[in-house]
């Protein structure tokens, strides 16, 4: 089967065609290069002898997708091409409907065209919004309470795609909700590595311990949880690249949606400990006032995805932490 993985040189992205190819998969990748680097490409063929096509295209640039349809022949399309910044999808909320929405739109649109009927969208945990409750399941009504532009962004796309799968019976769609990636490759060689100034939690640790950022700003310590502060589900890169896997084989025709996370939560305090003992070094940080829009704690049930693609996580937050400094390592080796 030919995958194309739109965003396929980022971060999810690349770890997902690394697993891909290893189940011997053909992938090939369209990203414009605005949030990952063209190395990415060799470091896969070092982890898996597999250098794949590549397109440096904008989902915006019509004429160009063309052309890669028209050449890809494709089985079927990843979809992780996307602006993901939540602070910045605020002030300039248009950049992100534009990019995200309209990018969309213009796959979709070439899909039909090209006779592609299969597609995997990297949905998130943040179109749930404030179900009052910490556990989430596909079932619960979404898109309601999402405080940021990027979050509607993933609302939109996923009604759309049930919209077009409905008007295209021959469809098959699979919106896959991530919760909160953390981790690297175990070989080092690819990882988180923003372009810009990071606001999630996890590479804004690997900045501190670099000396990058002076400290982790911890946003509040008085939530309604053990220790007080959020607690996140918090999904190791490789186990959710994995999660993909067994999505496309099991695609169907229709939409089909699952919770990709651990099912556990963890605190920004344990966080902070894990990858302190991982690291042996101590992590500055100060506690802030809360963040406006977080929750105190979620997490995924992820019974659907197990059931239903045989699927579930198997790396311990332990790992993340290893993986993540054997990633800055090799980092610091290559500067
Ligand atoms: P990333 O920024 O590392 O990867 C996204 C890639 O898409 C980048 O390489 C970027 O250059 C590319 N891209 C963006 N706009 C494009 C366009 N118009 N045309 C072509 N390429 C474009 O992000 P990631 O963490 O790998 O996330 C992948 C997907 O998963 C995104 O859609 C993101 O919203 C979603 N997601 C991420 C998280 C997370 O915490 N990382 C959580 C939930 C959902
Ligand atoms: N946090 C800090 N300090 C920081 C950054 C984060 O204390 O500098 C805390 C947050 O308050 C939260 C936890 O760490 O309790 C995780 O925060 P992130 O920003 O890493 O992740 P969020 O859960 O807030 O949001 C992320 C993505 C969203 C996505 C969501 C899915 O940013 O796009 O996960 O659950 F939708």
């Given at each position: ?76 399309v990843m979809h992780f091409a996307g602006l993901k910044a ?95 990636p953390v981790g690297a490759h175990e070989s080092g060689l ?124 198997e790396l311990t937050i332990e790992d993340a932490m290893n ?13």
């Amino acid at each position: 089967m030919k995958i194309l993985l739109t965003g396929g040189t980022g971060y999810i992205g690349s770890h997902t065609a690394v697993e891909l190819i290893r189940q011997g998969y053909d992938v090939e990748i369209l990203d414009n290069l605005f949030n990952s680097k063209i190395t990415v490409l060799d470091d896969i063929e070092k982890i898996t002898g597999v250098k794949p096509k590549f397109y440096k295209v904008d989902l915006l640039d019509v004429p160009a997708m063309k052309k890669v349809f028209e050449e890809g022949k494709y089985d079927a399309v990843m979809h992780f091409a996307g602006l993901k910044a939540v602070g910045e999808s605020v002030e300039k909320p248009l950049k992100y409907y534009e990019n995200n929405v309209g990018g969309t739109i213009n796959l979709l649109k070439c899909m039909k065209k090209y006779g592609v009927d299969k597609i995997v969208f990297s949905s998130s945990a943040t179109v749930y919004g404030d179900q009052g409750t910490a556990e989430l399941t596909e079932d619960m009504q979404t898109g309601v309470g999402i405080t940021n532009p990027y979050g509607e962004t993933k609302h939109i796309i996923e009604e759309m795609l049930i919209d077009v799968a409905e008007a295209e019976p021959k469809f098959e769609v699979t919106i896959l909700r991530y919760f909160n990636p953390v981790g690297a490759h175990e070989s080092g060689l690819i990882g988180e590595d923003p372009n810009d100034i990071p606001n999630n939690l996890m590479p804004i640790i690997m900045k501190v311990s670099t000396g990058e950022i002076k400290e982790l700003c911890v946003y509040g310590d008085d939530y309604d949880t053990p220790d007080g502060t959020g607690m996140r589900d918090y999904i190791h890169v490789v186990d959710l690249a994995k999660g993909h896997v067994a999505a496309i084989e099991k695609m169907k025709p229709g939409v089909s949606i699952y919770n990709l996370g651990t099912g556990k939560a963890t605190s920004v305090f344990e966080m902070v400990a894990a990858f302190e003992k991982a690291s042996g070094e101590k992590l500055a940080y100060k506690v802030v006032g809360r963040r406006a829009g977080d929750l105190p704690k979620i997490f995924a049930n992820p019974k659907k995805a197990k059931e239903e693609l045989g699927w579930e996580t198997e790396l311990t937050i332990e790992d993340a932490m290893n993986d993540t400094i054997n990633y800055l390592k090799h980092d610091a080796e290559r500067q």
